[in-house]
């Protein structure tokens, strides 16, 4: 039997007049012949698209529930662990509340359920807008591009106004972004693929969503980390990543291997003003307030976050728990070159500061700022 359910938009009747309601198709495809499915499915997205989502979820046995739509309500109608997949053609760029959306597949979802979607990324975004006429003109419509869709978000000034002229849709998200809020939201990304201009990702339902309160979205940030007697407190930075990118730690750590500065390689969390921060330390100086607040000091070894923290050994753990972190690491002053190297030197450091504190710190404090400024060593 072929069962094609048509839905029309509900969720925001009660609030807007009918003549503000967007029309716009919310197609279901659970209970159809697999012939018919990808049929639908090619004639929706492309032939590329069916392939990725052939690859990770059954089309034909009823289990799948395939979806075009912008709107939680659909998937809020959904039985909940009745498919065991769940796709949607839309871009998340389309979602008004992005979190909110995932929050809703997740509850539709058993553990281990596949959620499929696309999203059109900054670099994919870029490369449209500039496709679409001829330079000069092209190069004026990304700027303007920029200033509307990525500063004014982030702007306490302007982020109701452009909330209120776009209710939140056709928004700008990179890739970092939407994975952290994946991982936030309670899944996992399992496979990826750039196709016709999206990203396309796959994602494992792992555990709950997370519901943070305070995500990290603005220009400072606090980000937790561990303290003296293993405390968790907040670090204040300049943000160098994008919005969510806290959540992924363990997937860039899965995929990416350390670099000399044990940071991440090719990390594509850190944006392009981000980069620009940490080669002249600007993103460090909000951690002037840790050291007012008596959390941090001047010299002393990096506050890590849990996932950084796990990788050094115990013993390293216990000593440096014993320690107020500083704003300028041994790192600086020993310059390593692997992990197994910096945990050597945080060793060497912390042993000598436990016999001498003043006089280590100092030695430390030189040290570093001359291979910062003749060696020019630079935040990481």
């Known amino acids: 039997m072929n069962l094609i359910t048509t839905l029309p938009k509900l969720a925001t009747l009660k609030q807007a007049p009918p003549k503000k309601i967007r029309k716009e198709r919310h197609l279901i495809y659970p209970f159809i012949d697999q ?3 990808e049929k639908l499915i090619a004639r929706e997205v492309g032939q590329g698209p069916l392939n990725f989502i052939k690859k990770h979820v059954s089309l034909n046995d009823g289990s799948s529930a395939v979806f075009a739509t912008a709107t939680r309500f659909n998937i809020d109608k959904l039985p909940k662990n009745k498919y065991h997949d769940i796709v949607n053609l839309n871009a998340v760029n389309s979602y008004r509340w992005v979190n909110k959306f995932f929050e809703s597949v997740n509850n539709k979802l058993p553990i281990g359920g596949v959620f499929v979607n696309k ?45 209120w002229a776009t209710k939140g849709r056709d928004r700008v998200l990179s890739m970092a972004e939407t994975y952290g809020r994946l991982y936030s939201c309670g899944f996992e990304i399992i496979d990826e693929k750039h196709i016709d201009g999206f990203l396309y990702f796959a994602s494992r339902k792992i555990k709950a969503p997370f519901y943070p309160e305070n995500p990290t979205y603005g220009p400072l940030i606090k980000l937790k980390r561990h303290g003296k007697d293993g405390k968790l407190f907040n670090v204040y930075k300049l943000r160098t990543m994008h919005a969510y990118s806290e959540y992924l730690q363990e997937y860039i750590y899965k995929k990416n291997d350390l670099d000399e500065n044990g940071k991440f390689k090719n990390d594509f969390r850190v944006t392009t003003e981000g980069k620009i921060f940490r ?56 310059m390593p070159k692997s992990l197994e190297e910096i945990m050597e030197s945080e060793m060497r450091y912390l042993e000598a500061y436990e016999r001498h504190p003043f006089l280590t710190d100092l030695k430390y404090f ?13 935040s990481s």
């Open 279 to 334: 080669k002249f330390w600007l993103d460090e100086l909000p951690m002037f307030i840790n050291i007012f607040k008596g959390e941090m000091k001047i010299v002393g070894v990096r506050p890590l976050s849990s996932q950084y923290f796990n990788l050094y050994s115990d013993e390293l753990k216990e000593k440096r728990i014993k320690h107020k972190p500083g704003l300028i690491p041994p790192f600086y002053a020993d």
């Open 366 to 378: 030189i040290k570093a700022w001359t291979n910062i400024i003749v060696k020019r060593a630079r």
């Open 119 to 163: 999203v059109e990324t900054y670099s994919n975004r870029r490369e449209r807008i500039l496709r679409r006429s001829i330079f000069p003109l092209n190069w004026i419509l990304y700027v303007f591009d920029v200033l509307f869709h990525r500063v004014f978000p982030k702007v306490p000034i302007t982020k109701k106004f452009y909330f």
């Open 35 to 37: 012939e018919n499915t």
